[in-house]
């Protein structure tokens, strides 16, 4: 595909970092021109300085041979109107970040009105994510599939589990567990494991289970899974404002720290349930004072990404608390690793993941469609979701007799309102959503895990 992202800052960066990999066409374009030199001096696209919003840049990027146009400039307008112009004077489908909140409610309308294929809102995507882990706080990280009827769960696996030293084998039949476990990053190492695969300490792993049993499978495998009440949140930007939306649906008690007086007082109108404190979070005395020893959740949401670090090491060490972080830049994510952070979130990595998706699906094939995707262990493993719509090679032939690809794992059937953990005798039936987990090479249609 021919994509053209306009906007060359974090999230744009990681998009052109993406989207080059897999194959497809890119121009960038940015108004600063040292924005766009980083991004042809670090991948083999196209640059080009300009305005995304002028009819003229649109067509020196050939605009009208584009297939998509991604908008993420720092202007939610901007990008409207980029998108506008694009569908006007080109023919392709077109993407918009819109981060204001006061957009947040017409979704639909914008996607409507301005003939967008999507609405991309980072601070949303990541306040969704952080959700979900408050809701299992034992895990790392949460993907769902199946419209959340399915959950992949990532954790570590502490010294004390009972799951040390025991095969996966061992694990399904003595400790009677329905989890499958689909993945296993040790150090950097990344396997899709077999039944004798045997767990160590230290081991990530992630486990696919349906929704509604994945209290239950952690509490046999003796792994705490007490409900969350009382959340902290540091820092009172847009994606504090979309989390706590979300948690006091759920009747959740929500304090948010915030720095700036107007902003404190903007959230006091906008979040009239949740508790307000006007203070700095990185004052260690003002913490102690709002009770981090007593909340069960902290969530380290400011702008700065040392500063969220080093509330979160300063909060692992005075609470028992599930510490969630928020971390714009990826670089040195293998350093934060050795930190021992409970959970950290990357919003422009969901950004990313999002956007893939809706490539894969577009450049799909007939007879299944990417209805979801992750990127998992830092990219070096994936996670598909598909909807199987017509008979093909993978249909109705038990998986046992299909020649599947190396380093490939179906590992859920959703059919007709039930979780299936395949079996070597299930087969895949037109209807059915498969989740594939996979690595070392990439597909967008289902009939591509089969050998050649």
Avoid: W
Avoid at 229 to 255: E, F
Avoid at 305 to 322: G, V
Avoid at 412 to 432: A, E, F, K, T
């Amino acid at each position: 595909m021919k994509i053209i992202i306009v906007g060359c800052g974090k999230v744009g960066y990681t998009l052109v970092e993406q989207l080059s990999a897999e194959g497809h066409e890119i121009v960038a374009i940015d108004e600063i021109a040292e924005k766009v030199t980083a991004v042809t001096g670090a991948f083999d696209v196209i640059g080009l300085v300009g305005n995304g919003v002028s009819f003229e840049t649109l067509k020196e990027a050939d605009i009208a041979g584009a297939d998509l146009l991604i908008a993420v400039t720092g202007s939610d307008e901007h990008n409207l109107l980029c998108c506008m112009i694009a569908k006007k004077t080109g023919n392709c489908k077109t993407i918009a970040r819109v981060r204001n909140p006061i957009y947040h409610n017409e979704v639909e309308y914008l996607k409507n009105e301005f003939g967008l294929a999507m609405v991309l809102n980072p601070e949303a995507a990541a306040a969704q994510e952080i959700s979900q882990i408050i809701r299992f706080p034992f895990a790392q990280k949460i993907d769902s599939f199946a419209r959340g009827h399915i959950n992949l769960v990532h954790f570590k696996v502490d010294p004390d589990s009972v799951l040390v030293g025991r095969s996966l084998q061992e694990i399904r039949i003595n400790l009677k567990s329905q989890m499958l476990v689909c993945l296993v990053t040790r150090g950097k190492e990344v396997t899709i494991p077999n039944g004798e695969f045997r767990i160590q300490a230290g081991d990530i792993l992630g486990v696919v289970a349906e929704h509604a049993k994945v209290n239950t499978y952690f509490k046999q495998l003796s792994i705490s899974s007490s409900r969350i009440k009382n959340i902290m949140i540091l820092g009172g930007g847009k994606t504090s404002y979309y989390l706590a939306r979300l948690l006091l649906k759920r009747g959740l008690h929500v304090k948010i720290i915030e720095q700036q007086q107007n902003r404190c007082e903007q959230l006091c109108d906008l979040l009239p349930k949740a508790t307000i404190i006007h203070g700095d979070a990185t004052d260690e005395a003002l913490l102690l004072q709002e009770g981090i020893d007593n909340s069960e959740a902290i969530i380290s949401l400011t702008n700065i990404d040392e500063e969220n670090i080093l509330l979160s090491m300063f909060c692992k060490d005075r609470s028992p608390a599930k510490i969630i972080t928020k971390v714009n830049r990826v670089n040195f994510s293998g350093i934060l690793d050795k930190l021992a952070l409970d959970s950290i979130i990357y919003p422009r990595l969901i950004s990313a993941d999002y956007i893939t998706k809706f490539v894969r699906s577009t450049a799909g094939s007939v007879g299944s469609d990417v209805e979801n995707f992750y990127k998992l262990a830092e990219g070096r493993a994936e996670a598909l979701e598909f909807f199987i719509k017509d008979d093909s090679p993978v249909t109705g032939i038990p998986l046992q007799q299909l020649h599947i690809r190396k380093n490939t794992l179906i590992c859920c059937i959703y059919r007709d309102g039930q979780v299936i953990i395949p079996s070597g005798q299930d087969s895949i039936l037109p209807g059915d959503t498969v989740v594939v987990i996979l690595k070392d090479y990439k597909i967008n249609n289902i009939v591509q895990i089969l050998e050649r």
